[in-house]
């Protein structure tokens, strides 16, 4: 597949990953005002997994190979997982705290970061081609 295809619908399902993060933060952050931290931690494991079982069966379905779902959701988690959480924690640690942005704005910002580095960890690591397949 022609890689700025695979790019768009890569962003395709980050936008709706984006807007059940968001929208879960909101939630979470009213639930328990004053854990942004927490709540954004909750917001982004929610978005890994609605993110992960689109881009199984949508993003990279032409790359289905012989490991199993778990064994691709593991390598998810290492990857994209790590850096969507480790990263959007940071980020959003920095611009709320240091810069005084609204935590939902702060959040987007660390999202459109975090999923440039996520789109080539997918790509090459996550749903990768096996040589087999060649």
């Known amino acids: 597949m022609n890689t700025?295809?695979?790019?768009?619908?890569?962003n395709a399902v980050g936008?709706?990953?984006?807007?059940?993060?968001?929208t879960a933060l909101a939630v979470f952050e009213r639930c328990a005002p004053g854990h942004y931290l927490l709540a954004s931690a909750a917001a982004?494991?929610?978005a890994i997994l609605h993110n992960f079982v689109w881009h199984l069966h949508y993003t990279w379905r032409d790359r289905a190979d012989d490991s199993m779902p778990l064994t691709q959701l593991v390598r998810f988690h290492l990857s994209n997982g790590l850096v969507s959480l480790v990263g959007n924690l940071a980020i959003l640690r920095f611009?709320?705290?240091e810069a005084h942005l609204p935590i939902l704005f702060a959040?987007?910002?660390?999202?459109?970061?975090?999923?440039l580095i996520?789109?080539?960890?997918?790509?090459?690591?996550?749903?990768?081609?096996t040589s087999a397949s060649h």
């Not at 700025?4 to 890569?10: D, N, V």
């Not at 936008?15 to 968001?22: H, I, S, Y």
């Open 4 to 10: 700025l295809i695979r790019w768009s619908k890569f």
């Open 15 to 22: 936008v709706m990953g984006m807007v059940l993060q968001l």
């Open 44 to 46: 982004v494991e929610l």
């Open 95 to 97: 611009l709320v705290q």
């Open 107 to 115: 959040d987007s910002i660390a999202i459109l970061f975090c999923s």
């Open 118 to 129: 996520n789109f080539r960890l997918g790509d090459r690591w996550v749903f990768r081609t």
